[in-house]
């Protein structure tokens, strides 16, 4: 099998791409210590983020906001929200938004 070398530096790029921003920060924050407000302040990016992607599907639509009463996955949402905080099951959160999503775009 012949390897052309314009295919092997693309993958070898995306590779180094890939490796570099994720190697990069853990090499440079295992070598210094982080203050406890930095710290408290990093436990919240996760949340931050899933709150933003999460709201992105929620409420926009082709780049626009959508109608609040049509909004089916609004409406799913709201019971898959409920079950996740009083259970913190990762099951069924995701088997109760499935399911309510499911009902909801059968009987619209």
Known sequence: MEIRLDIFLIIFGA????????????MLLSRIS???WG???LSYVPIAIMSALVAQELFIEEGKFTSLSS????????PTFW?????????????TGVLSLMLLRLLM
């Open 83 to 95: 079950v996740a905080i009083k259970t913190r099951s990762l099951l069924g959160t995701v088997l």
């Open 34 to 36: 982080i203050p406890e």
């Open 39 to 41: 710290m408290r302040w």
């Open 15 to 26: 590779a180094l791409v890939t490796f570099i921003p994720r190697v990069l920060p853990m």
């Open 71 to 78: 909004n089916v996955e609004l409406i799913a949402a709201l």
